[in-house]
């Protein structure tokens, strides 16, 4: 069975369309509303399968009320129900499945709610090839389909394909950062409102809270991931198990002992700081937190380094991320000088003065020169 909601200001079109759908059988009306703020308001255990909507009404366009209506119903499609035909090219932008004219053909609601069914059963075919078979082993299809996040200096993420997912804007962007940073644990729509939109009041940031999670889930459905965006209680999370980061191997690495084979992989990984482009207030903690993680390992690894290229690929490590510890320098500059390389060692010591100079008005100990 069917469950559908329908939205039309004229409380005449709500009933004719109950009957059509009686008529035709197969769909419950899980309500009928006059406003869309009604069926967002009264959303609360409804979970709809369609939604009739009308585009001109007076509180808002149908079709701009798209996005708010997919935010709170994720899984519903849209069908839009109008007595105006020029607004056909946009309502399928915005993924409707349908389109009625009024006064609605049987024929056309049934051709409507077919291709629903089409839709769904396509659906539910992807969701089998990615839940575990009777063995309760995942399929080798569904362990390699994982999106690539990469978060060490700037955000990409990127599909199943490798190819580069872009973003419909920013706050669709710093959306799923900011539920990524959570690992999945549950964040209060509130929340989210307070972090990405914390200077606007709260009619305008849920407006725009709607729209941007429409976009969100969009953007990764097209990528072929429809279902990673949990929703239930107003909070919303990220499935992490579908998503594989450099972060979660850097904190491999980094809990790891001091093998130099690993502390190669982490000098090529660690790229940059934590969303270091993005520079996102929300993830300052973790951003300082890892930094400093990163350069104590580095200064374990340093000491215990016993090939001499390795050793110095840290101590350049270690001045590129903590650019005013002079005793960095100094090491570099004695650990060149005994491999025999006497213009390299002035070089760091140089640039460790005019760094020191430069920027903090300092004169660096001279001993080392010596």
Known sequence: MIKAILIDDEEIALDVMEILLQEVGGVTVLGKFRLVSEAIAQSEGMQPDLIFLDIEMPETNGLAASASLLAVFPDANIVYVTAHHTYAVDAFETKAIGYLLKPVAKHRLLNTLERHAELREKAARRTARTLPGPDGMMSAESREKRLSLKLLESMELYDAEDRLITWRTKKTKEMFSFLWHHGGTPVYRLRILEQLWPQLDSERAQALFHTTMYYMRNTLKTAGFPDIIGVGDERYWVRMDQIASDVARLEELLGKGRRASDAEELLSLYRGDYFETENY???????????????????????????????????????????????????????????GDAAAADKVLRLKETTFRTDLGLTPNEHIRE
């Open 281 to 339: 207030s929300w993830a300052n903690s973790r951003r300082y937190e890892l930094r400093a993680t990163v350069i104590r390992h580095l200064e374990q690894l340093e000491e215990g380094a016993a090939v001499a290229s390795l050793k110095e690929r840290l101590l350049r490590k270690l001045i590129e991320l903590h650019p005013y510890e002079e005793i960095y320098y100094d090491r570099l500059a004695l650990h060149l000088k005994a491999m």
